[in-house]
């Protein structure tokens, strides 16, 4: 059995809340062990989850401004895309996306 294998069995959906728990443009946050994760809804009310520790000094991501698929960090205005996690230029860095899906309203995470 390969090493992917062996990740593809621990990883699981964990289901969070419904949809409509999330603010429109805005977030709520689930932690996972050490770390803690941001979901965003979006205006079209697809939903992005990253972590919520922004790569320059640990901005809380959760309590930026959503624009379009981008979250604006609250300490620098670091701009972040949920989707890819990568850092607008002209600043770099990047924080981890996770899989998320909605089935019957529920919100599910995947890590
Ligand atoms: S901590 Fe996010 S921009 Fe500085």
Redesign the pocket.
């Known amino acids: 059995m390969s090493s992917d294998v062996n990740q593809e069995a621990t990883v699981k959906w964990h289901s969070i809340c419904a949809v409509q728990e999330i603010p429109q443009l805005g977030a709520r946050t689930v932690r996972t062990g050490v770390m803690e994760v941001a979901l965003f809804r979006l205006s079209d009310d697809r939903i992005m989850a990253v972590d919520n520790q ?6 809380p ?1 959760a309590e930026g401004i959503v624009s379009g698929a981008t979250v604006i ?6 701009k972040i895309n949920l989707q890819s996690g990568a850092v607008l230029p002209p ?1 770099s860095g990047r924080v981890n996306t996770y899989p998320v899906k909605v089935e019957n309203g529920q919100v599910l995470l995947r890590l």
């Open positions: 922004c790569p320059h000094q640990q901005g991501l960090c609250p300490l620098h205005a670091r600043d």
